[in-house]
């Protein structure tokens, strides 16, 4: 089946404790992206990743990083989260017919 | 980032035609996305345009005007489990996307 998969689904967090959500698809996809929506502001995008060792900053991407080691796995970083980074954080991936493909999402509270 | 404008919320009847527009800014326009999502799930994808005209998918159909920097989401025959948010996106520059804020659709029986 053809998914994308975001683990951990809800997590509950400190200031400036540092995670990881990870992101995987099975699609051989080569256009991946992070989002973040907040109530009003609809979907932001944070980072980009045209291919393998390739990542650009999208809208929003103050706080975050990203790496692209391998095709299928995307994951979003934030070295010293704070209260303004809670939000619910989905990635996506598109394929060569343009459709994009969304993962569960990551529902992020930092305290 | 990009003003994606369309209408907060709708209301229309089961089984009428409800039509939800979009309007963006044009300069480095790269294609059109609708996509729906319900509360507490992820956007699942309904239509991409990058050309003018209509792209007609069962009850779904999706317009865009490039000049016009317009485009809209044409649902028919509705169903309640139509109800749901309606997320126009652009894509810019061919790695961009700026999405709208969503219109939220009520359909009432």
């Known amino acids: 089946e053809a998914q994308v998969t975001q683990n951990p689904r809800y997590l509950i967090t400190v200031t400036g404790k540092k995670l990881t959500v990870t992101c995987s698809q099975n699609?051989?996809?080569?256009?991946m992206s992070w989002y973040r929506q907040d109530p009003g502001l609809g979907l932001r995008q944070i980072y980009y990743?045209?291919?393998?060792?390739?990542?650009d900053k999208g809208d929003v991407p103050e706080g975050y990083k990203v790496s692209r080691k391998e095709k299928r796995n995307f994951p979003l970083i934030l070295e010293s989260p704070s209260p303004n980074q809670t939000s619910l954080y989905f990635c996506?991936?598109?394929?060569?017919?343009?459709?994009?493909?969304f993962g569960p999402g990551t529902r992020l509270t930092v305290l | 980032g990009q003003n994606i404008d369309q209408p907060t919320e709708m209301t229309a009847t089961e089984g009428a035609i409800v039509q939800i527009n979009c309007t963006y800014q044009?300069?480095?326009?790269?294609?059109l996305f609708w996509y729906q999502q319900h509360t507490g799930e992820a956007p699942t994808f309904l239509s991409y345009n990058v050309l003018d005209g209509l792209e007609e998918k069962g009850r779904f159909s999706s317009f865009l005007s490039r000049s016009k920097g317009y485009s809209y989401l044409l649902l028919k025959e509705l169903q309640m489990k139509d109800s749901a948010s309606y997320l126009c996106a652009v894509r810019y520059n061919f790695n961009k996307f700026y999405f709208g804020s969503g219109t939220k659709l009520n359909v009432k029986p």
């Open positions: 996506a991936s598109t394929g060569t017919d343009n459709e994009q493909f």
């Open positions: 699609m051989n996809h080569e256009y």
């Open positions: 044009t300069s480095g326009f790269n294609g």
């Open positions: 990743s045209m291919n393998v060792e390739v990542t």
